[in-house]
């Protein structure tokens, strides 16, 4: 399977997190690349962001939308590119879960690390998903609205739990720190465009697909498969201690966003154990040196 196959559900069209065996919105049965990720980590998907002829589309569909050329690097166009298109279309927005929230005036924006979804007026944030935690996108097709939910299948575990109620014209289904999440965007009312069309929504669904699945890959490079399967409530067992806090700060569980290294407040031998494992697999990934590496193994053995 090519990367950007693996996102895809081949039936619908929508994206679908790498991990799952079913896809969130239809419920076809895929094969999960879990196993693919715990023998090679790398599955391609970050490249899909440079890849030439998905960055031609994204050039097309920026000028078919919004009539004006996007002159971004030429190697790089694909979030500037899905930025101009999803700005050009003013949603009624809808989130059912947790933190429930609604606008009739809301802006979609791309952050570098997760979904925004902002008021025009009055100016404010409605909700934020950061993008390593998307597990599905739905869009709709001719004579329907994107509001399924099929429930995930995973390692052979099935889990048909009803996610919270909601529709639109695009879908996103995510991980949040209470369970799931869901965002509805609709009302075609544009701004660049008199009237989007429908597949203006699968196009954003698709890009958006891409980018979710590059963070995906990025953030179990970074503290490994089996973590950061937990961390989205995928894998067998509890998610590790602070796996919330990850979605939402940033960073890996028990480890400072900002410089990838295991914070002290952690104590006792089972948490002594899990951050020696995180700092191994930083260590891994080349995200911390082997000075920061001695340095803090030091640390962290002193707490036994």
């Not at 944030?125 to 993008?131: E, T």
């Not at 009302?187 to 958006?208: E, K, M, P, T």
């Amino acid at each position: 399977m090519s990367a950007s196959e693996i996102l895809t559900c081949s039936a619908c069209g929508g994206y679908v997190h790498p991990f799952l065996g079913a896809c969130p919105a239809c419920g076809v049965t895929r094969r999960s690349s879990y196993e693919d990720a715990l023998a090679g980590p790398d599955l391609g998907l970050r490249a899909l962001a440079t890849d030439p002829y998905v960055n031609e589309q994204v050039r097309e569909v920026v000028l078919r939308y919004t009539m004006k050329r996007n002159r971004e690097d030429e190697e790089n166009r694909l979030r500037p590119g899905l930025a101009i298109v999803a700005g050009s279309i003013l949603y009624r927005v809808r989130v059912a879960g947790a933190d429930a929230a609604s606008s009739e005036q809301g802006s979609f924006e791309l952050g570098d690390e997760a979904l925004l979804i902002r008021e025009k007026r009055p100016i404010r944030d409605v909700h934020r998903v950061p993008l390593r935690a998307i597990l599905g996108i739905a869009h709709g097709g001719a004579g329907h609205r994107a509001g399924s939910w099929a429930g995930l299948v995973f390692e052979g575990h099935l889990d048909s739990t009803a996610a919270p109620a909601v529709d639109g014209d695009l879908v996103v289904t995510s991980a949040g720190e209470r369970g799931l999440e869901r965002i509805g965007l609709a009302n075609r009312r544009g701004v660049f465009v008199a009237r989007a069309r429908a597949d203006h929504f699968q196009i954003i669904g698709s890009w958006l697909g891409m980018l979710a699945g590059a963070a995906a890959e990025a953030r179990w490079s970074a503290v490994g498969v089996r973590r950061y399967a937990a961390e989205l409530g995928l894998a067998p067992g509890e998610a590790p201690p602070g796996a919330g806090e990850a979605l939402s700060a940033g960073g890996p569980a028990g480890v400072e966003p900002t410089t990838g290294t295991p914070t002290t407040p952690m104590t006792g031998p089972a948490t002594v154990r899990e951050a020696l494992e995180a700092l191994e697999e930083l260590h891994a990934a080349g995200l911390v040196s082997d000075d920061e590496y001695t340095v803090k193994r030091r640390e962290i053995l002193a707490r036994l």
